[in-house]
Structure formats: C-alpha cells, structure tokens
C-alpha cells in the first residue's frame, strides 16, 4: 500500500538533502565494469558518466547521430541544464570503446535516444536506482545514486591526477571552489591531511 504523501520514511525530511558518494575504490569499478560486460548499453552508460562528468540528464539527452562518428580525442559539447551552458568534453579512448560497442550491439537509428529502454529513454530515477544496483552487487556499502558517475570523475581527478579545485569547479559548473570541494566529499580529507606534518 502506498504511503500518505509526506509519511514516507525512506524519503529525507522536507529541507534536507541526502548526499551521494563518489566509487573511492578503482577495484569496485573494474568489478562493476565486469558485471556490466554483458549489458552494453549499462556499461556505456557507466563508463560515460565516469569519465565525462556530464550529469545523468545531460547524458540522457544524448542522441545517437552526436556520438555515432566520434574518435578518441573528439569534443563533445552538451548543454548543461542547469547553467544552459555547453560544456565541451574530449573523449578518451575507454568512453569511445563503450559507446562503439553499445552501437554495435544496437539497433538504434542516429535520431533515436542514446540510452533507451522498453519504455523509451530512461531516465534519471532510473539511473540513480541502476547505480545503487550496480554499487550493492559489488558489495559497496554508503549511499549512490546517478550523482555517483560524475562525483567518481572528480574524486579521481582530485585524488589520483591532483587536479586543481579551479579545474574540477570549471569543469562541474560550480560557482565556488566551497561547492566543488564539499560536492566532492574530500575538504574534510584534505584539511585533515594538512595536520599530518610534523614540525
């Protein structure tokens, strides 16, 4: 039986917000990868999100004549929704191996949706539930959602490559170096680590 509308106990309180994590763990990327392997279509979907930033409606606005041609090192621009920006993002050579074999495993024409389902393109509900699937049949515990893919890139950038918070903050649309550290859930890492020297 449905909830009465507000008395839901799994939904945060009118005000808050819950935040999702990034994957902090490269070995439960390759095993999602690998749980992904005979679902193309998830898997593009997985691996895009992870190296482009480019939030879950953004990717889902893809069609497939805007990626059908791309090459390793190709732009692809969209337009960010909520700055109704374009954001220009080079592709690597993992995001364009996915999308070539989501197409060939595909019947879909250049007008259709990029990521389609039984009912038509997916959507964003949708892929925050996949994300936690995919997160809980690799055993991580916290809390995911189609945030997640984008939160990933830019913990990796941060933490693996030592990107510039000006870099991550350009590249997520944020307005402050503030929002982007605390979007990113390493702030608290990182000041921590500052008190590590010893003098």
């Known amino acids: 039986m449905p909830f009465q509308k507000g008395?839901?106990?799994n939904h945060p309180a009118a005000g808050s917000?819950?935040?999702v994590e990034p994957i902090r763990d490269k070995k439960a990327i390759a095993r999602i990868k690998k749980v992904?392997?005979?679902h193309p279509r998830d898997l593009c979907l997985f691996t895009l999100g992870i190296n482009t930033a480019y939030r879950a409606n953004e990717l889902?606005?893809?069609?497939?004549?805007?990626?059908?041609?791309?090459n390793v090192g190709d732009v692809l621009e969209?337009?960010?929704s909520k700055t109704h920006k374009?954001?220009?993002?080079?592709?690597?050579g993992t995001a364009i191996s996915a999308i070539q074999h989501w197409l060939e495993n595909s019947q879909l024409q250049d007008e259709d949706n990029l990521f389609t389902?039984?009912?038509g393109c997916l959507t964003v509900t949708t892929v925050s539930t996949m994300v936690k699937t995919w997160c809980q049949d690799v055993g991580l515990k916290g809390n995911y959602g189609s945030h997640t893919l984008r939160k990933t890139w830019g913990y990796w950038q941060r933490t693996e490559r030592g990107t510039a918070i000006p870099l991550l903050m350009e590249a997520f649309g944020h307005a402050t170096q503030?929002?982007?550290?605390?979007?990113?859930g390493i702030q608290s890492d990182e000041i921590a680590q500052i008190y590590e020297l010893e003098l």
């Not at 889902?60 to 791309?70: A, D, E, Y």
């Not at 374009?86 to 690597?92: A, G, M």
């Open 78 to 80: 969209l337009k960010q």
């Open 7 to 9: 008395q839901n106990p």
């Open 117 to 119: 389902g039984q009912r």
């Open 17 to 19: 917000t819950i935040k």
């Open 86 to 92: 374009y954001r220009p993002v080079t592709l690597n």
């Open 60 to 70: 889902l606005s893809l069609k497939v004549r805007q990626v059908r041609s791309l």
């Open 178 to 184: 503030r929002q982007t550290l605390a979007y990113l």
């Open 36 to 38: 992904l392997a005979d």
